[in-house]
């Protein structure tokens, strides 16, 4: 699990339309994601989990998406679809 930094909120507004200050609280998440930006992602066969840098100080926030990524780890281990998630 680590950080990655923030994509700067033009480059964001861009790629998408959505508008968010700096820090935006999204990464880029690479293939095979169903998603361009995400607070956070994980890839279960290498154990791999990013988060964007800028929520380590956001408190219980951060704490709610390392157990969201957590927990898409156990399910992925157990065998289950994820692609719902």
């Known amino acids: 699990m ?3 930094p923030d994509v700067a909120a033009g480059v964001l507004l861009a790629a998408t339309g959505l508008e968010r200050s700096d820090p935006t609280g999204m ?5 095979p994601c169903n998603v361009r930006y995400a607070a956070a992602y ?3 066969g290498r154990d791999l989990t990013r988060y964007a840098a800028s929520w380590e100080d956001q408190g219980d926030s951060f704490s709610f998406v390392l157990e969201y990524e957590f927990e ?3 399910l992925a281990a157990l065998g289950y679809n994820l692609r719902w998630r």
């Not at 990464?27 to 293939?31: H, M, Q, V």
């Open 27 to 31: 990464i880029a998440c690479p293939e």
């Open 72 to 74: 898409n780890q156990i």
């Open 2 to 4: 680590s950080a990655e």
């Open 42 to 44: 994980s890839f279960y």
